[in-house]
């Protein structure tokens, strides 16, 4: 199974950006490579229940991005390091969460509905991000 290591989080004044990285490893075979995953952004406030902001899959060219992160928060990867990226730019006090990736062959099955989180198989640690005013 995928192991995921998620770095990159932090205090940021609103306004802001921080890069949160996703590290994958554990690779069954050397043909494997993130390619072959959906990649899911997660995250929950405090009270509030887990929401999907974010996915992507290469293979099928999907990408979602929810509504409320439209235009400041995008994906990305490198393969050499097997790692994907979500860049959070003009972050706001409501983004302040624990951010989780995620990772899957079937994730981000479609580009207009929001990651399901039974589509990932693999889950990164979280990491907290807080967006001060």
């Known amino acids: 199974e995928v192991q995921l290591v998620e770095s990159g989080g932090g205090l940021v004044q609103a306004g802001g950006s921080l890069r949160l990285s996703c590290a994958a490893s554990?690779?069954?075979?050397?043909?494997?490579?993130?390619?072959?995953?959906?990649i899911g952004w997660f995250r929950q406030a405090p009270g509030k229940e887990r929401e999907g902001v974010s996915c992507?899959?290469?293979?099928?060219?999907?990408?979602y991005y929810e509504d409320s992160v439209k235009g400041r928060f995008t994906i990305s990867s490198d393969n050499a390091k097997n790692t994907w990226y979500l860049q959070m730019n003009n972050l706001n006090p409501e983004d302040t969460a624990v951010y989780y990736c995620a990772a899957g062959p079937e994730g981000c099955s479609t580009g207009y509905l929001p990651p399901l989180p039974e589509d990932f198989g693999s889950w990164g640690q979280g990491i907290q991000v807080t967006v001060s005013s």
């Open positions: 992507s899959n290469s293979e099928d060219g999907n990408e």
């Open positions: 554990g690779f069954t075979s050397d043909a494997d490579s993130i390619d072959d995953y959906g």
